[in-house]
């Protein structure tokens, strides 16, 4: 029964480590550029629910100043993370950019069949 | 909502879910869609991620509870915006006062960060295509 309030206390954050080793892992083993930035977009997320899940407190509400309530959620990992999102837009902006960029330079965004080319590049010259 | 983070889930139903999404689709667009099966076995990733999972999980056991009102996070600058930004500020949003006018230093900081991306796209695939042919001998 302990264990299992235990497990409940720290559900949001278990969920955390698993979305962070998830992102890890697809941004690490994918060969394929655009699913690369998704697994760091996965991550990304993982933070962001990490932040917001600090910012609750037990019976509070959103923070927004109105009479009938005294007791309201932490505001200040609420502007951290809507921060956040915005800028991780702009990084996923770039980086499919980035992916756009090496399709135009090598008609493809599989990491192995870049190399394969540049392999063959380095031969010719 | 179970969060209380209003403010939060609107940014990241309309930025995150919206313009991420149109983007994403937008590059699966211009390059290809599939993906080459590949018969590469990933175990050195997979084994990366499960020790920073369970690193990750070791540092879990010193966090405060979920939703725990006493936690450290709670008692340094939050009271003090919750207490005094409808005398300071005016506005009852306190996620409103604290971006446009405590942190205004970040939302700028944030602005410049959009702006370079911004530019970085652009020179990246603006109007690069012409200059292709040149750049194929190297």
Do not use: C
């Not at chain 1, 235990?6 to 697809?26: C, D, P, R």
């Not at chain 1, 933070?47 to 917001?52: A, C, Q, S």
């Amino acid at each position: 029964m302990s264990l299992l309030s235990e497990i409940f206390a720290y559900f949001n954050y278990w969920v955390v480590v698993i979305l962070i080793m998830l992102g890890m892992y697809v941004v690490m083993a994918n060969p394929n550029l655009v699913k690369k930035v998704i697994g760091l977009n996965i991550f990304q997320t993982a933070v962001f629910i990490f932040y917001i899940s600090m910012g609750e407190i037990e019976g509070g509400t959103a923070p927004i100043l109105d009479d009938a309530f005294t007791r309201y959620a932490n505001p200040l990992p609420h502007v951290l993370i809507l921060t956040a999102i915005v800028v991780g837009v702009a990084t996923t902006a770039l980086a499919l950019a980035l992916a756009v960029r090496i399709y135009r330079a090598y008609e493809s965004v599989e990491e192995d069949e870049i190399d394969a080319e540049d392999a063959r590049a380095e031969v010719q010259e | 909502m179970t969060l209380d983070a209003v403010d939060v889930a609107f940014t990241e139903a309309a930025v995150g879910a919206g313009i991420a999404t149109i983007l994403m689709l937008a590059t699966l667009a211009i390059t290809s869609a599939r993906q080459k099966p590949s018969e590469k076995r990933a175990l050195a990733p997979m084994l990366a991620a499960v020790a920073t999972g369970l690193v990750l999980a070791y540092g879990l056991a010193d966090l405060p509870p979920f939703a725990d009102p006493e936690a450290p996070a709670h008692r340094h600058v939050a009271p003090r915006y919750l207490n005094e930004s409808a005398k300071e500020i005016g506005i009852p949003n306190v996620v409103t006062s604290v971006l446009a006018s405590y942190r205004g230093y970040d939302t700028l900081g944030e602005v410049t960060v959009i702006f370079t991306a911004g530019v970085g796209v652009l020179v990246l695939i603006g109007r690069t295509r012409h200059r292709r042919r040149e750049n194929d001998d190297e």
